[in-house]
């Protein structure tokens, strides 16, 4: 493995170390420790995306860890714009938009002769939708109002402008991973190779010449962790700085 892949898998591994050793965590919802634990389980999630990415390192490909790539900063992202302003409105939002997408998915399926949810639990899912507050949300802007809070409070981070912030990384990363996550005509590029002007392979992944998109997923982790030490006090922010110093 190239010295700068080990550097890579030593610092993700740390840091992967380091988020672990909070779990598994207790809350009680009765006493408001909602958001808290859905920070918690939004960190614990991209443990596991994280610990993918890394175990596929040793192949050098683009295409599979490039679409975990995405969904690891999608996560981030939503941690950062609910940790920016954690109060009812957004955890509503968030709340409103799952519960929509779970029920238009159950009237597809509907559609099709097999319900995912009884008549009940459909009428139960509709009423709490209505009863939560917030319009609609998609990942651009999410991003674009988390910088509003983190721009400049996360170490190497700027606004909404610049490439290292939120809505960077959702141009940079999730637009340009989006095309290895569906079925595109760029996304077949791994696979398949030019002969001549008429001609073309198709072949397995190879190699990724490149950096690709391993020491990107765990600085995109590593500021997730740096979100929940400023938001609720775990990890220990100086433990970050101290695992990318030793692994810069």
């Known amino acids: 493995m190239p010295d700068r892949d080990e550097v890579i898998q030593a610092r993700g591994r740390e840091l992967l170390a380091l988020a672990a050793a909070e779990f598994p965590k207790d809350f009680d919802l009765a006493a408001g420790e909602e958001w808290p634990m859905i920070a918690a389980a939004l960190i614990s999630r991209m443990v596991g995306t994280l610990e993918s990415i890394l175990d596929q390192q040793s192949a050098g490909r683009e295409a599979d860890p490039g679409s975990d790539v995405r969904r690891l900063l999608e996560h981030a992202i939503f941690l950062a714009w609910l940790a920016a302003d954690p109060g009812t409105v957004r955890i509503d939002a968030w709340k409103k938009a799952d519960l929509r997408a779970r029920l238009a998915a159950d009237a597809d399926v509907r559609a099709h002769g097999e319900p995912i949810f009884t008549e009940a639990e459909r009428i139960s899912m509709e009423a709490q ?15 674009r109002e988390a910088d509003e809070h983190w721009a400049g409070r996360l170490p190497g981070m700027g606004g909404g402008g610049e490439v290292k912030s939120w809505r960077g990384f959702y141009a940079v990363v ?6 290895y996550t569906h079925p595109t005509v760029r996304g077949l590029n791994p696979v398949v190779v030019d002969l001549s002007p008429t001609r073309r392979r198709v072949q397995l992944e190879g190699r990724h010449v490149g950096q690709g998109p391993y020491g990107m997923a765990t600085v995109i982790f590593g500021l997730a962790l740096f979100v929940v030490a400023e938001a609720l006090g775990w990890p220990d922010a100086a433990q970050v700085t101290a695992i990318f110093e030793r692994h810069p």
């Not at 939708?129 to 991003?143: F, K, P, S, Y």
């Not at 999730?174 to 095309?179: D, K, T």
């Open 129 to 143: 939708a209505a009863r939560l507050v917030g319009e609609r949300i998609t990942i651009e802007n999410v991003a």
């Open 174 to 179: 999730y637009r340009n991973y989006s095309a």
